[in-house]
T-cell receptor, first 107, second 115 residues
Framework: KNEVEQSPQNLTAQEGEFITINCSYSVGISALHWLQQHPGGGIVSLFMLSSGKKKHGRLIATINIQEKHSSLHITASHPRDSAVYICAAPTGNQFYFGTGTSLTVIP | DVKVTQSSRYLVKRTGEKVFLECVQDMDHENMFWYRQDPGLGLRLIYFSYDVKMKEKGDIPEGYSVSREKKERFSLILESASTNQTSMYLC??????????????FGPGTRLTVL
């Protein structure tokens, strides 16, 4: 049983396409994190959100706490967006991670 | 900028060796974490620490120990390395408060191979 489920696992898109990555979680949380991991390993925090929507450049994250669901959208995707995107749900002293969505954007 | 550094990017060790992985953060964060990341399994928490000399087990602590003698440094120790500990190890830190609600800042990772 995974506390955090992501879909899709793999995603290939043409440059310019609108991309959506979904995250569902079963644990009670007050905030959800979206992380980005580029080839080579480094992980960067993109968003931490507890309600509604946040936007940063071409990235938009939404969350519905009641439905325990979050989405990460990328508008006008670019090859440099190619990375693994991970959602993470903190609860108590634990962090539950999804297994990640591997995104490849083709020029 | 918050900086979390790890002592090695790549490490190759032999079965049975004692392995030390070091993590240093420069933002005076209280919380520090050690994860391992394996294909298909995602990130899994090994240990975390919310204060100097304090530690708590995560999901997969077996075969590992940790040390936090100074606030900025969190060490992961593999007492007797085994091949199933071949993995990517990631360190992270976050700001105050016991728990993991705050944004975590990750190090670049150490890819450990145990032969």
């Amino acid at each position: 049983k995974n506390e955090v489920e992501q879909s899709p696992q793999n995603l290939t898109a043409q440059e310019g396409e609108f991309i959506t990555i979904n995250c569902s979680y079963s644990v009670g949380i007050s905030a959800l994190h979206w992380l980005q991991q580029h080839p080579g390993g480094g992980i960067v925090s993109l968003f931490m959100l507890s309600s509604g929507k946040k936007k940063h450049g071409r990235l938009i994250a939404t969350i519905n706490i009641q439905e325990k669901h979050s989405s990460l959208h990328i508008t006008a995707s670019h090859p440099r967006d190619s990375a693994v995107y991970i959602c993470a749900a903190p609860t108590g002293n634990q962090f539950y991670f999804g297994t990640g969505t591997s995104l490849t954007v083709i020029p | 900028d918050v900086k979390v550094t790890q002592s090695s990017r790549y490490l190759v060790k032999r079965t049975g060796e004692k392995v030390f992985l070091e993590c240093v953060q420069d933002m005076d964060h209280e919380n520090m974490f050690w994860y391992r990341q394996d294909p298909g399994l995602g990130l899994r928490l090994i240990y975390f620490s919310y204060d100097v000399k304090m530690k708590e087990k995560g999901d997969i602590p077996e075969g590992y120990s940790v040390s936090r003698e100074k606030k900025e440094r969190f060490s992961l120790i593999l007492e007797s390395a085994s091949t199933n500990q071949t993995s990517m190890y990631l360190c992270a830190s976050s700001d105050s408060g016991r728990g993991s609600y705050n944004e975590q800042f990750f190090g670049p990772g150490t890819r450990l191979t145990v032969l």
